[in-house]
């Protein structure tokens, strides 16, 4: 177990609805990435807080957005849901110091959109 | 986009053969890792190089990165049925410090 916990686990919604995933990171880290993996794909990077502020973002519309709390757990939003955005959510933790970057990741999110 | 890319896609071996998989990327990189998944469920992280590295190794597991030729590639020794699992690298790209992942490949080890 990683300590990276996430909620819920799996999440059933139609298109043009919103969702909030739930990630609580790992005791001590300052940073978390939420990743997007579609079945039988490498998780794609669509952003990275870090002292909540976004940190980094990867090639995903504004539709997807996230919060980073002072406890460190984070949200991922997805507004406007479209079919393709049913995948495996993931959220990651770490703590950056002097580019060590390894990220310990949670059970992931299934999210359906029908 | 994904950055990096694994070689092969889909691996099968017999219990106590060596695995070796490959993976390639495109741009300069800060470090590069390699995690482990098994069927859809969270990412086990299992080594880390950075740039600067050549070799790693980490009990049954070793890692080599050539940067001239942007590859790593990851080689499980002895294998064992529990290894069967989707095995990917990442790139940790200098800019951004965010993670690219390959699409994987998937190891079999049979009994």
């Known amino acids: 177990e990683t300590g990276v916990t996430q909620s819920p686990t799996h999440l059933i919604k139609t298109r043009g609805q919103q969702v909030t995933l739930r990630c609580s990171s790992q005791s001590g880290h300052n940073t978390v990435s939420w990743y997007q993996q579609a079945l039988g794909q490498g998780p794609q990077f669509i952003f990275q807080y870090y002292r909540e502020e976004e940190n980094g973002r990867g090639n995903f519309p504004p539709r997807f957005s996230g919060l980073q709390f002072p406890n460190y757990s984070s949200e991922l939003n997805v507004n406007a849901l479209e079919l393709d955005d049913s995948a495996l959510y993931l959220c990651?933790?770490?703590?950056?110091?002097?580019?060590?970057?390894?990220?310990?990741f949670g059970p992931g999110t299934r999210l359906t959109v029908l | 986009s994904q950055q990096g890319e694994e070689d092969p896609q889909a691996l099968s071996i017999q219990e106590g053969e060596n695995a070796t998989m490959n993976c390639s990327y495109k741009t300069s990189i800060n470090n590069l890792q390699w995690y482990r998944q098994n069927s859809g469920r969270g990412l086990v992280h299992l080594i880390l190089?950075?740039?600067?590295?050549r070799e790693k190794h980490s009990g049954r597991l070793r890692v080599t990165l050539d940067t001239s030729k942007k590859s790593s590639s990851l080689l499980i020794t002895a294998s064992r049925a529990a290894d069967t699992a989707s095995y990917f690298c990442?790139?940790?790209?200098?800019?951004?410090?965010?993670?690219?992942f390959g699409a994987g490949t998937r190891l079999t080890v049979k009994p």
């Open positions: 990442a790139t940790d790209l200098t800019a951004n410090n965010d993670m690219r």
């Open positions: 990651a933790s770490s703590f950056i110091a002097g580019g060590n970057n390894e990220q310990f």
């Open positions: 190089i950075r740039s600067n590295e």
